[in-house]
């Protein structure tokens, strides 16, 4: 076990080295629709946030006073199930004193996460928090009937205050999109792409998923550069880019073709992005509402790569820092860390093995036609073997977790919160996501969001 600590810890030290230089070598690939405007100088330089050392701040945050809510941060972990943070402590050592530092977070509670039929998957469980409203898998923006209802985003923009979806995974997926558009079906990205272009009132929508706005693009229905500029778009697939975005009307931004692979020294990180993200949006005096997923986290888990799950909850939780030192400073400010569903049915490895053997000759054929038709054990173990090949230097039967499945799980999930309000959220009677979506909502306006009734539904 401690090899297998050392070697994750140096896996993580020499990614860092290769993330920073990379920075400096990085050339991107295709021409742009548009560029950021380079006439008007920037309204205003971003104010940076403070770096108070972490500790400091995590030893306070039980004791902090919060006032008025002005803005709220809800990060997503996609299919972060409940083991995922022991694990990733257990493999990486934590990040502070043996823990993540979300672990911090005063109020928590088990969230179960819904559906209204079979598995919870990223659309029916980003709608339930992005709307309060439990709805159907595939899914986007729309209650059980099919019909669309406000999301949190559209809210907070009625109220004058600014939005954003980040990502590290493609933004046409279902959990960035369930933020920003509405649709029947999660599966026809590129049209989740036109949505985003020409419905969402998002104003900064960023991550990979530039594979499918190019398909978009190629196919010639309209001259998005005009429709760009005159609808004060920014759209662009270069970090510079984001950085140099003088704030004004939306920004699109899609670094990557499809998710962030740490181990393949993607740039920027999702704490860049949140960062960058978090200095923009909150020059609004009214405020903001963020959404931040670490929705990479989700691929890898399918893959059962649990090395993989450990980085990428390492480059979650410092996602989460950068709102935490934002919170620290601005206490009107709201943080949320939860998950819409459990990816993977990951396990300590006694209990998984027992499982594993019991299950061994299972060759359950799922209905989940969207993603994986074959959820049998042989294709845990197959995924197993992959990921120990992608990582010769840890031995993979020394791993303390493990996954069951490379499908969703209805297994619940957590919530972490700090924030006025959030200690309350957690004493909701059997709660589940769509109450924190109705929470969110409510705390942005004053008023009730979402559905009216105790299930969901309606
Ligand atoms: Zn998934």
Redesign the pocket.
Known sequence: MKNVLLKSISLIILAVIMTVSFVACQTDVTPQPTEAPATEAPTEVPTEIPVTPMEQILAELATLQFGEIKNVILYIG??MGQNHVPATDAITGGRYDGKLAFEYLPNTAIVKTVCTEGEP??ASGGTALSTGYKGKRKQLGLNNKGEEVQNVVELAKSLGKSTGAITSESIVDATPAAFTIHSKDRSDESKIAQLQIENSVCDIIMGGGKAKYDELFARNEKDYNAYFSENNITYTAKWDDVLAWNGQGRLIATMTDDYWYFDRDMTPTLAEMTEQTIKVLSQNEKGFFLMVEGGAL?EVA?NTNLMEVARHMTAFDKAIEVGLRYAYENKDTIIIVTADHN?GGLLPKAEADEYIEKHQKDNYISNDEW?WTNTGIHCVLEGERIAQEDNPDVDWSTLPYRFTTIA?TSDDVNVWAIGPGTAELMTTEKLASFHIGKFIGKALSGSEFGSTDSKGVK
């Open positions: 996609d299919g998957d990223s989700d399918h990816t993603c969703h």
